[in-house]
């Protein structure tokens, strides 16, 4: 092989190393993170209280069909279930809706589906407003494992909030409360749905750091189909297809070049 193919590959080998090296020490260090770590503790389920609804037998409780009759006519059921709200059983229910756009001077005639949750108060059948601020403190105190004051409450109405990335696709309206502990913890409670959803810690913050940096996603960190991540995939094989050719390469001329450095040496018989 000529020595300018060979200085080529060694080149194109040097420059995708430099490019790529950074990221592969990413994703290396990523995994070995995830590797060792235990879920359940990113997931914060050990500082998740047990527990859940427990009723008597005898518990009076309103027909579920009078509560769905006082939601709207156009509403269509997608689930119903039981909850507990501070001790209180609570219907919990999920139904769509569809919203007209003229309604806010959008100007278009159809309409579009939008998913809501209604609380109802169990024992009555009476429909109850979500979940206010104090009524949330005390739901994410009742489900952490350990006593705990609350440090900051904060009311997120829209993804990615500053500060609440980590809450992206969870229910909203919800309340975030920051507990003064020393894993950073904070509780989410769906104020609709009047339920604890995710807890979110440090471990988590870290893990959920090292993910964006595995999947190149810097803004929604999920997305493993982006363009940015397919293209350092592929100047990663390259880079290791490289390698293996200036292996050969380099190998080949090493051989070569010392099979003449012998034949020099080589006493001539006259």
Same mark, same amino acid.
């Given at each position: 092989m000529?020595?300018?193919?060979?200085?080529?590959?060694?080149?194109?080998?040097r420059?995708?190393?430099l490019?790529?090296?950074?990221?592969?020490v990413?994703?290396?260090? !990523?995994?070995?993170?995830?590797?060792?770590?235990?879920?359940?503790?990113?997931?914060?389920?050990?500082?998740?209280?047990?527990?859940?609804?427990?009723?008597a037998?005898?518990t009076?409780?309103?027909?579920?069909a009078?509560?769905?009759?006082q939601?709207?006519?156009?509403?269509?059921i997608?689930?119903?279930?039981?909850?507990?709200? @501070? !001790?209180?059983? +609570?219907?919990?229910?999920?139904?769509?809706?569809?919203?007209?756009?003229?309604?806010? !001077?959008?100007?278009?005639?159809?309409?579009q589906t939008? =998913?809501?949750?209604q609380?109802?108060?169990?024992?009555?059948g009476?429909?109850?407003?979500? @979940?206010n601020?104090?009524e949330?403190?005390?739901?994410?105190?009742?489900?952490? =494992?350990?006593?705990v004051?609350?440090?900051? =409450?904060?009311?997120?109405?829209?993804?990615?909030?500053?500060?609440?990335?980590?809450y992206?696709g969870?229910?909203?309206?919800?309340?975030?409360?920051?507990?003064? +502990?020393?894993t950073?913890?904070?509780?989410?409670v769906?104020?609709?749905? !009047?339920?604890?959803?995710?807890?979110?810690?440090?471990k988590?913050?870290?893990?959920?750091?090292?993910?964006m940096?595995?999947?190149?996603?810097?803004?929604?960190?999920?997305n493993f189909?982006?363009?940015?991540?397919?293209?350092?995939?592929?100047?990663g094989?390259v880079?290791?297809?490289?390698?293996f050719?200036?292996?050969? =390469?380099?190998?080949?001329?090493?051989?070569?070049?010392?099979?003449?450095?012998?034949?020099?040496?080589?006493?001539?018989?006259?």
């Amino acid at each position: 092989m000529k020595r300018t193919t060979h200085l080529r590959i060694r080149k194109t080998h040097r420059y995708l190393g430099l490019i790529t090296g950074i990221q592969f020490v990413m994703w290396t260090i !990523g995994g070995i993170y995830f590797s060792f770590s235990d879920l359940d503790e990113i997931h914060g389920d050990h500082q998740r209280k047990a527990g859940g609804m427990a009723l008597a037998s005898d518990t009076k409780l309103a027909s579920p069909a009078e509560v769905m009759a006082q939601l709207p006519r156009t509403a269509t059921i997608t689930s119903l279930k039981l909850i507990n709200i @501070l !001790g209180t059983p +609570h219907y919990q229910i999920a139904y769509q809706e569809a919203e007209d756009y003229a309604e806010h !001077g959008t100007g278009h005639e159809q309409g579009q589906t939008m =998913v809501r949750t209604q609380l109802a108060v169990a024992a009555t059948g009476e429909l109850r407003p979500a @979940l206010n601020e104090q009524e949330a403190i005390e739901l994410a105190q009742q489900s952490f =494992v350990d006593p705990v004051a609350v440090a900051k =409450v904060e009311y997120i109405t829209q993804e990615n909030m500053t500060g609440h990335h980590e809450y992206r696709g969870s229910a909203l309206p919800a309340w975030a409360i920051t507990m003064e +502990h020393p894993t950073q913890t904070t509780v989410y409670v769906a104020a609709e749905q !009047g339920m604890v959803t995710k807890f979110r810690n440090d471990k988590w913050r870290v893990f959920d750091f090292l993910w964006m940096l595995h999947t190149m996603d810097y803004q929604g960190r999920d997305n493993f189909g982006n363009l940015l991540l397919r293209v350092f995939s592929v100047a990663g094989i390259v880079t290791i297809l490289s390698g293996f050719a200036l292996y050969f =390469v380099s190998n080949g001329t090493s051989r070569r070049s010392m099979l003449r450095t012998q034949a020099r040496k080589r006493p001539v018989i006259s």
